[in-house]
């Protein structure tokens, strides 16, 4: 992986799970009109080793409107509970493959 590419090939993430430093996330989340629930399905299956990132739980609790981005401290204490330092490499995934990734990694 180059130290710029932000996309990992699944040989490179299988290659490197476990590695202190590698930290993946699960970030599913579904429109509510597709009655899935993105948190049981972590439960039953995901990556070895990957942590369940709450796309409705790690927000803006200061409006209303959904998914906004939590303040700098919020979000810095959200990641720090899932272990994730500055100089770990990020692995970000989602059950669609492009939906609510791609939020999480920005």
Request: proline share 8%; net charge negative.
């Amino acid at each position: 992986m180059a130290q710029d590419d932000p996309v990992v090939s699944a040989q490179w993430l299988h290659e490197h799970l476990g590695m202190p430093d590698v930290k993946v996330l699960d970030a599913s989340w579904y429109m509510p009109v597709e009655n899935r629930d993105p948190w049981k399905e972590y439960q039953v299956a995901h990556i070895p080793g990957a942590l369940f990132f709450d796309l409705d739980g790690i927000v803006d609790r200061t409006t209303d409107l959904p998914h906004m981005l939590p303040s700098e401290e919020a979000f810095a204490a959200a990641i720090s509970e899932l272990d994730i330092k500055n100089q770990d490499k990020v692995i970000v995934y989602d059950g669609k493959g492009f939906f609510s990734a791609p939020r999480v990694w920005w």
